[in-house]
């Protein structure tokens, strides 16, 4: 059974720094590409980064560019975005996912239950 | 930036209607696009990849078509459990653009 789940998330002030993780099993991790979607409380679905199987190729939404990064450690099985300089518009619940394929295809058949950032003075 | 603009925005119908919901990209996307459907308070799940390629398990009244900047999703006859929202999503370029969404409701 597929499984991936979140954690690190929370109550945050403007400014300051979190790193989310997604630890997953019941498929090879570094088979598949992988990514982050979020979602604002009562809006929709918001694309915010993908990686690639090997971890060698990364791509983000404008919205959070320069300030996140997105990795894998694939001997862990864990997906990882760190958030610097936060702002309360990325206040949000954020999704890891699962691509289709190795490569970014962005297409994502398995979604973590997701894990509240909260970014708030 | 690729803009995804989904319409209508909400849908109200009954069960056993066949409905249909469409997506526009702002520019040609070839076949790169990916339904999902989303119930209150629960994770996306994916319908519809590449278009047209049904994903494994879900039900066969949903269908996808269309390519460049028209897309459509269609369920042949609602089901109670097929009221909830739906997302396209391009992914032929970055960043992998969302639509706003359809609110698909009951009547």
């Known amino acids: 059974e597929v499984q991936l789940l979140e954690s690190g998330g929370g109550l945050i002030q403007p400014g300051g720094s979190l790193r989310l993780s997604c630890a997953v099993s019941g498929f090879t991790f570094k088979n598949y590409a992988m990514g982050w979607v979020r979602q604002a409380p009562g809006r929709g679905l918001e694309w915010v980064a993908a990686i690639s199987g090997s971890g060698g190729r990364t791509y983000y939404a404008d919205s959070v560019k320069g300030r996140f990064t997105i990795s894998r450690d694939n001997s862990r099985n864990t997906l990882y975005l760190q958030m610097n300089s936060l702002r309360a518009e990325d206040t949000a619940l954020y999704y890891c996912?699962?691509?289709?394929?190795?490569?970014?295809?962005?297409?994502?058949?398995?979604w973590g239950q997701g894990i509240q950032v909260t970014v708030s003075s | 930036d690729i803009q995804m603009t989904q319409s209508p925005s909400s849908l109200s119908a009954s069960v056993g209607d066949r409905v249909t919901i469409t997506c526009r990209a702002s520019q040609s996307i070839s076949s790169f696009l990916t339904w999902y459907q989303q119930k209150p308070g629960k994770v996306p799940k994916l319908l519809i990849y590449?278009?047209?390629s049904l994903q494994s398990g879900v039900p066969s009244r949903f269908s996808g078509s269309g390519s460049g900047t028209d897309f459509t999703l269609t369920i042949s006859s609602l089901q109670p459990e097929d009221f909830a929202s739906y997302y396209c999503q391009q992914s032929y370029s970055t960043p992998y653009t969302f639509g706003q969404g359809t609110k698909l409701q009951i009547k």
């Open positions: 996912a699962k691509d289709r394929a190795l490569i970014i295809v962005a297409s994502f058949d398995y």
């Open positions: 590449g278009a047209s």
